[in-house]
């Protein structure tokens, strides 16, 4: 297996040789693209995790309309993500058009950029989407070139039926060989998008297969899944937080661990689970993509998604994911770096109940702490001591966001 992983790196390395000498030498008629996207995760909205495949035209230019309504826009949210089901059929010369929920794609994209925004869309690598739609096989280069032509900013190139239709054809039984096709076809759209000149972010879909974190910076991933789709349940969200544990020395400026998008605001999570699964993906240096209704935001919703606090950790300059410091039972503790040598600590209630006579003991000696340490609870705003040994009460699936600007 390890002699696997690391022929297949010899080959992408001498992939990645190759493109790059290639793109030296076409140097004059094919222009790179600045690679200074994502230097932050990225944030905005993505239409699948409410409206799936029902999406339109009309949706799109409503989120667009309300990123900026809400100052969610001003909060940071500029991607406004078309996923799944745009897709329509190739013409004669293989120009792929969009369906009839999208009469006009530029125009889309057009009227989003005049909000001051940016778009994204979605394909895959292989004949169909997920959703059965079309996918790009054969024709990267020419879809690169049609979402640059439309202006788009951002593509989510989702495995789907590349692994039934390519790798297991191609390679059956051969997982090394299976894993080089894919790595291949992410390359082969990574260099399909710079040869457009256009900077977009690349986004990897292939929910965590084969360590994608050591490979996808090496085929132009800004981000990447890290596992299997997200759902608006505390299970679900709570199992892709503990499989994000050990990931943090793969993410930073321009390449990001991918826990996938939000569901805050979605299904019938609390408030407490909505704030506890934003705080951790600000913990995570996870891109912020909004997944709801936002015409029928309920304003405690907004004051999740707005939390400046919340979302400058997200964001902060130095780019270190959290680290899970330790756990205790169903109480976990997860630390972040933050620039100017200031660090946010989340405590998580994983549990289902808590009585006020077991309170959890924070262990400041464990996050490397002495004594008390003063700083801002993100959720109430207010300042607040943490003592060595310090009892928090916390609710069932609730969190404490702390920023310790001076820790010590
Ligand atoms: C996969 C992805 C989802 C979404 C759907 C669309 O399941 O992981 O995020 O894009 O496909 O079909």
Request: aromatic share 18%; net charge positive.
């Given at each position: 297996m390890r002699i696997a992983v690391l022929l297949s790196f010899a080959t992408l390395a001498l992939t990645s040789l190759t493109a790059a000498s290639q793109a030296t030498a076409g140097a004059q008629e094919q222009p790179r693209a600045p690679q200074e996207v994502a230097q932050t995760p990225p944030m905005g909205w993505n239409?699948?995790?409410?409206?799936?495949?029902?999406?339109s035209d009309k949706d799109i230019r409503a989120a667009a309309d309300q990123l900026v309504a809400t100052g969610m826009k001003d909060a940071g949210y500029v991607y406004v993500n078309i996923d799944d089901t745009w897709e329509g059929e190739r013409d004669a010369s293989g120009v792929l058009h969009a369906n009839a929920k999208f009469p006009d794609m530029k125009a889309l994209a057009d009227y989003v950029h005049s909000k001051g925004l940016k778009i994204g869309i979605y394909s895959s690598p292989?004949?169909?989407?997920?959703?059965g739609y079309e996918g790009s096989l054969g024709h990267e280069a020419q879809d690169a070139q049609l979402y640059a032509q439309w202006g788009i900013d951002y593509l989510k190139y989702d495995l789907c039926s590349y692994t039934p239709d390519v790798m297991e054809k191609q390679a059956p039984g051969d997982k090394a060989a299976q894993m080089r096709l894919m790595t291949s076809a992410y390359a082969r759209m990574d260099k399909a998008l710079k040869a457009t000149g256009r900077p977009i972010v690349y986004s990897l879909c292939?929910?965590?297969?084969?360590?994608v974190w050591e490979w996808a910076p090496s085929v132009g991933g800004n981000l990447w899944r890290t596992t299997g789709d997200v759902n608006p349940t505390w299970d679900r969200i709570y199992a892709i937080v503990s499989q994000?544990?050990?990931?943090?020395?793969?993410?930073?400026p321009g390449h990001w661990n991918d826990p996938d998008m939000l569901e805050v605001g979605?299904?019938?999570?609390?408030l407490a689970e909505n704030r506890a699964h934003f705080t951790l993906w600000a913990m995570l240096a996870a891109p912020l993509l909004a997944g709801n209704d936002l015409p029928n935001m309920k304003p405690e919703i907004k004051a999740i998604l707005t939390n400046r606090e919340v979302i400058a950790v997200d964001q902060d300059r130095l780019g270190k994911q959290g680290t899970r410091a330790y756990s205790e039972g169903e109480v976990d503790v997860w630390t972040r770096p933050l620039a100017g040598g200031a660090m946010a600590i989340a405590v998580v209630n994983a549990g289902d109940g808590r009585y006020s006579t077991h309170p959890f003991h924070l262990n400041l000696r464990k996050l490397g702490l002495n004594g008390p340490q003063t700083g801002k609870d993100l959720w109430t705003g207010k300042a607040i001591t943490l003592n060595d040994g310090q009892p928090l009460e916390l609710a069932s699936h609730d969190v404490l966001l702390v920023r310790i600007n001076a820790p010590r």
């Open positions: 239409s699948w995790n409410y409206f799936a495949e029902r999406v292989g004949p169909k989407t997920c959703g292939q929910y965590g297969w084969d360590a994000q544990a050990g990931l943090e020395k793969f993410a930073g979605n299904g019938k999570l609390t």
